[in-house]
């Protein structure tokens, strides 16, 4: 018997969101399909790697001190290039890249920013563990030209859109507008985004925590004893969950916005700003955790109120179920951020 043949493309899908909105322009969804575009091309970039001697490094260091892989660089540039060109864009910024990417002078300059992680958890992919790319989209706040600097450095509630691709044993395409949030799947066979996880919200209490527990003995006070409440050694104050880490965030993160939990990258004596950058990671992932029912705080402060002051800031991070994102705020009130 052959089921259903109705399916929603992220095409339709956005389209039938526009049309919500008389006064819609129509230039923010096509952003979100140029985008899209880049993702198909990096899905299936990820998926032959192997094959066409793009896995390992290639002895740069990028601006976050980072050896960038192969694959990072390859990302990078098919996600400039499926951008610069459109007319929708007035500059860009990257992990990758130590300035603001201008648009070139050849093409208009649009009406938004958009800002990237091209491959976030690149260090999974010589041993074929998932990798994602992270996107956060604004309205520029200069009246003409380019775009500055101050289109860029815009605190993440001004996000008009904000989303991820996790490249795994399916490529999955994740985003918000601001009008909740919505998962589509690759199907490969046809080369479309299809509808298949509609108004994603996420469980108030989670059943997992996802941090890397070799920095403990690096963590201040309050994000040890945050940590013990999710182990369960402090059953009166927060029941234990399970832990699961996988080493990239857009995985990490996507496990825990499915099925409830917790993600947390504090900062350590190492990291005392923490590890996880605002602007590429940090802020867009809040504001679709949010549109989620869930809350995002860099242990005490909503990420989305903080206003980034250079481009490549760092700030510690809790991410994910509400409950256990406040429990985490609590706790570091109580215990203090003073080192151990």
């Given at each position: 018997?052959?089921?259903?043949?109705?399916?929603?493309?992220?095409?339709?899908?956005?389209?039938?969101?526009?049309?919500?909105?008389?006064?819609?322009?129509?230039?923010?969804?096509?952003?979100?399909?140029?985008?899209?575009?880049?993702?198909?091309?990096?899905?299936?970039?990820?998926?032959?790697?192997?094959?066409?001697?793009?896995?390992?490094?290639?002895?740069?260091?990028?601006?976050?001190?980072?050896?960038?892989?192969?694959?990072?660089?390859?990302?990078?540039?098919?996600?400039?290039?499926?951008?610069?060109?459109?007319?929708?864009?007035?500059?860009?910024?990257?992990?990758?890249?130590?300035?603001p990417?201008p648009?070139?002078?050849?093409?208009?300059?649009?009406k938004?920013?958009?800002?990237?992680?091209?491959?976030?958890?690149?260090?999974?992919?010589?041993?074929?563990?998932?990798?994602?790319?992270?996107?956060s989209?604004?309205?520029?706040?200069?009246?003409?030209?380019?775009?500055?600097?101050?289109?860029?450095?815009?605190?993440?509630?001004?996000?008009?859109?904000?989303?991820?691709?996790?490249?795994?044993?399916?490529?999955?395409?994740?985003?918000?507008?601001?009008?909740?949030?919505?998962?589509?799947?690759?199907?490969?066979t046809?080369?479309?985004f299809?509808?298949?996880?509609?108004?994603?919200m996420?469980?108030?209490?989670?059943?997992?925590?996802?941090?890397?527990e070799?920095?403990?003995?690096?963590?201040?006070?309050?994000?040890?004893?945050?940590?013990?409440?999710?182990?369960?050694?402090?059953?009166?104050?927060?029941?234990?969950?399970?832990?699961?880490?996988?080493?990239?965030?857009?995985?990490?993160?996507?496990?825990?916005?499915?099925?409830?939990?917790?993600?947390?990258?504090?900062?350590?004596a190492?990291?005392?700003?923490?590890?996880?950058?605002?602007?590429?990671?940090?802020?867009?992932?809040?504001?679709?955790?949010?549109?989620?029912?869930?809350?995002?705080?860099?242990?005490?402060?909503?990420?989305?109120?903080?206003?980034?002051?250079?481009?490549?800031?760092?700030?510690p991070?809790?991410?994910?179920?509400?409950a256990?994102?406040?429990?985490?705020?609590?706790t570091?009130?109580?215990?203090?951020?003073?080192?151990?």
């Amino acid at each position: 018997m052959i089921g259903s043949t109705a399916v929603t493309t992220i095409e339709r899908f956005i389209l039938d969101q526009e049309h919500k909105y008389p006064e819609a322009t129509g230039e923010l969804s096509h952003l979100l399909y140029d985008i899209a575009l880049g993702a198909k091309l990096i899905a299936a970039a990820t998926r032959r790697a192997g094959l066409v001697n793009i896995l390992g490094a290639i002895g740069n260091v990028n601006v976050q001190g980072e050896e960038q892989q192969k694959l990072d660089v390859f990302a990078n540039e098919i996600l400039k290039n499926a951008l610069n060109h459109t007319g929708r864009v007035c500059v860009m910024a990257s992990e990758e890249d130590d300035a603001p990417i201008p648009i070139p002078p050849e093409y208009p300059a649009g009406k938004y920013v958009v800002l990237f992680d091209p491959l976030d958890g690149s260090s999974n992919i010589d041993s074929n563990a998932s990798v994602g790319t992270i996107f956060s989209v604004y309205r520029r706040v200069s009246m003409e030209g380019r775009g500055t600097m101050e289109d860029v450095l815009q605190p993440g509630h001004r996000q008009v859109a904000a989303g991820y691709v996790l490249y795994g044993s399916s490529t999955m395409l994740v985003y918000t507008t601001g009008q909740g949030v919505h998962g589509f799947t690759l199907d490969p066979t046809i080369g479309e985004f299809l509808l298949s996880h509609p108004d994603i919200m996420t469980p108030e209490v989670g059943k997992y925590y996802s941090v890397n527990e070799s920095n403990y003995a690096r963590w201040n006070r309050g994000s040890q004893m945050a940590v013990r409440g999710f182990h369960g050694d402090t059953p009166e104050r927060m029941e234990g969950k399970n832990s699961r880490y996988i080493g990239a965030f857009v995985a990490d993160f996507h496990r825990n916005l499915i099925n409830g939990g917790i993600f947390l990258y504090p900062a350590d004596a190492k990291n005392p700003n923490g590890k996880l950058r605002l602007l590429y990671e940090c802020s867009p992932m809040a504001f679709l955790v949010e549109q989620a029912g869930g809350a995002a705080t860099d242990g005490v402060r909503r990420i989305l109120d903080l206003q980034p002051e250079s481009l490549h800031q760092r700030v510690p991070l809790a991410i994910g179920s509400k409950a256990d994102v406040e429990f985490v705020a609590r706790t570091m009130l109580e215990f203090g951020t003073n080192a151990p």
